[in-house]
């Protein structure tokens, strides 16, 4: 019995040992210290505490890095420049970048440790992103797998954006995850009203956030998100647009939409959306009240495949290649701007399109988060 | 058999929601090399190999994708389409795979079953002989697979 207890208390005593030494390694050994983060060139310097993420840690210092994965290494959006002291990049950061990302010191943020003093470069555009709090206050069921949720800011807060930009959005802990996650949705509202802003969503299976979204958030929850974020916004030239969306991705045209009927912008505007089913589309109505309102606009919903008995009147085909058709027939093809948003085989698809029709690369626009 | 702590460790990432909301192995209490061994006995008996399943999936996934969303029909018997979402999905196991967020579904039409499966379905069945647990959202039943991708007009 005796030699029994001691075999016990010398387990214990060596499981004590090795508790005591990962606490003293945590507290000494990880211990970075202060350190100081310079962006832009002096323009703005941080003193932190080393140790953490360079993404977490900025996110902390309320500077939001676009990143879709919270930080872990999957999604690859998280891409901060870095000049000095990052070290060398990392076997987890090189799927994500090209060779000229890698010659210029871009890394991924959420790799990047803060062992010592760093000096990074970020667009100007980041450093004036905010987090905001709002509330759940309308959800609107749009199709069987699409919906619009809107949030109110709190505390009379407004969010300063360019129509066509997005918004990231924190799904929480919850019932089906362990770990926060911030996903990207384009703004759908009308710019006018900047107290709120709206976001249609297509669920997609089993996805972290959208299953949060979809069913778990109600009506007076409070959602966390930040924003604006994304380039994809009307350029400001008299050059026929041509915009192509599929499903959820009319949500950045419609807040354009509203946009240029607040500014009376009365340039020449075709909007194909394509849609599998006529159970897909939504936002008809409203779309063709758009036509009434802006001078030189036009909506053509395209079915792609409609269900058989569907009373569908409207144009049926791939949407893309409605476009293509239509394009031809104007004669100026290579003078459109395209503004494309919807799936990454739908966007494709779209610029190669546009491209064969003469419209240059620089000229066709969309979302790289798609 | 006395499980590894890597092995510990893979079947905790495969129960969590930290790569999907629903984790990978659903409802189904057996272990991860039980499902995997059931799965593979299934798939011999089919005369079939893990490889000739990943591949026929793979090859009707990159059919469906030319359909942009709509159904292209393979054979008499047989459709597909791939529904695709934006962002990547990783591998739970312990290497740098990451894939699409798309999702190709395939449908017997005289039969009227279908059976959907995602890019990472392809590389777990490939590389892993993983078919996921049962009620996990993305589970696939091997035997209905094969009878649906490998139909004969």
Request: glycine share 8%; proline share 5%.
């Amino acid at each position: 019995m005796v030699p029994l207890f001691i075999a016990l208390a010398i387990i214990s005593g060596i499981g004590a040992l090795l508790a005591a030494t990962l606490v003293f390694a945590e507290r000494v050994i990880s211990n970075y210290g202060d350190v100081e983060v310079d962006i832009n060139k002096g323009n703005k310097k941080l003193a932190m505490k080393g140790g953490g993420s360079l993404l977490e840690t900025l996110t902390a210092q309320k500077i939001f890095i676009p990143s879709a994965c919270g930080g872990r290494g999957t999604c690859g959006y998280c891409k901060v420049k870095v000049l000095e002291g990052a070290g060398p990049l990392l076997p987890t950061e090189e799927p994500y970048m090209d060779a000229e990302e890698r010659s210029s010191g871009v890394r991924l943020s959420c790799q990047v440790k803060l062992r010592n003093d760093l000096k990074i470069e970020l667009p100007a555009e980041l450093l004036t992103i905010k987090e905001y709090v709002s509330v759940c206050e309308e959800i609107i069921d749009y199709t069987y797998d699409t919906k619009q949720f809107r949030l109110r800011l709190t505390d009379g807060q407004h969010m300063k954006y360019t129509p066509g930009q997005y918004v990231q959005v924190l799904a929480p802990q919850y019932e089906k995850s362990s770990e926060e996650v911030y996903r990207a949705y384009s703004i759908s509202s009308d710019p006018a009203d900047q107290a709120a802003i709206e976001l249609i969503i297509r669920r997609v299976p089993d996805g972290i956030c959208t299953t949060y979204l979809f069913d778990y958030l109600k009506v007076g929850d409070k959602v966390r998100i930040n924003g604006p974020y994304g380039q994809f916004y009307l350029r400001d030239t008299t050059a026929p647009i041509i915009f192509i969306a599929g499903g959820s991705g009319i949500a950045p045209m419609k807040c354009i939409l509203h946009n240029m009927k607040n500014t009376n912008n009365d340039r020449r505007a075709v909007f194909f959306f394509g849609i599998r089913t006529t159970k897909d589309l939504f936002l008809a109505e409203e779309m063709t009240r758009f036509e009434t309102q802006l001078a030189q606009f036009k909506f053509v919903p395209v079915v792609s495949q409609p269900e058989p008995g569907a009373e569908w009147a409207g144009v049926t085909g791939r949407v893309t290649h409605i476009a293509e058709d239509y394009l031809r027939k104007q004669g100026n093809a290579h003078e459109h701007e395209g503004y494309l948003c919807g799936s990454p085989g739908m966007i494709e698809s779209s610029i190669g399109i546009l491209k064969k029709l003469g419209i240059t690369e620089d000229k066709i626009y969309y979302d790289k988060f798609s | 058999m006395k499980k590894s702590p890597q092995q510990r460790k893979l079947e905790r990432l495969l129960q969590s929601s930290k790569f999907s909301a629903s984790g990978f192995m659903g409802t189904d209490r057996r272990g991860l090399w039980e499902i995997i061994d059931e799965d593979a006995a299934e798939i011999a008996k089919r005369g079939k190999t893990m490889e000739e399943v990943a591949a026929r999936m793979q090859q009707l996934t990159d059919l469906a994708e030319q359909g942009l969303g709509d159904w292209i029909q393979v054979s008499k018997n047989l459709h597909v389409a791939v529904d695709d979402n934006r962002g990547m999905i990783p591998c739970p196991w312990p290497h740098r795979v990451r894939c699409m967020k798309r999702i190709t579904t395939a449908r017997h039409i005289p039969s009227n079953t279908g059976v959907r499966w995602s890019d990472l379905n392809i590389h777990l069945i490939k590389e892993h002989g993983f078919f996921e647990g049962k009620g996990s959202p993305f589970r696939i039943e091997p035997g209905v697979l094969i009878d649906i991708i490998f139909s004969k007009d």
